[in-house]
């Protein structure tokens, strides 16, 4: 991988982390701001965790994409693996 390959990767990724920030802070606001809604308008009707679970999986899927496709099976995970397990035979 060239120079200009790994800049287009490193910004590729710095890009996917910098949507994601921005997508938990969010998520963070809008639910502290759903929540004084809900107890506001209608204590005895809590819909504001319905809201809160799915848009957290969502949150939760995006975390996945940004960092565990590298922690999981990373470009080092086949490696890492080979030597664990030429390690054991020997």
């Known amino acids: 991988m060239d120079q200009s390959e790994e ?3 490193a910004k590729r990724k710095v890009t996917k982390l910098r949507g994601f920030y921005q997508h938990l802070g969010f998520y963070i606001v809008m ?3 759903l929540i004084v ?3 506001i308008i ?3 009707s809590l819909w504001f ?3 809160t679970i799915f848009w957290g999986i969502a949150v939760l899927w995006q ?3 940004v960092f565990g496709d ?3 099976l990373g470009k ?3 490696e890492k693996k080979i030597q664990e397990y030429m390690g054991k035979k020997k």
């Open 76 to 78: 080092d995970w086949e």
């Open 49 to 51: 965790y319905w809201v």
């Open 63 to 65: 975390a996945y994409d």
């Open 31 to 33: 639910n502290a701001i």
């Open 42 to 44: 209608s204590p005895d």
């Open 70 to 72: 590298e922690k999981i």
């Open 37 to 39: 809604i809900n107890l």
């Open 7 to 9: 800049y287009h990767e």
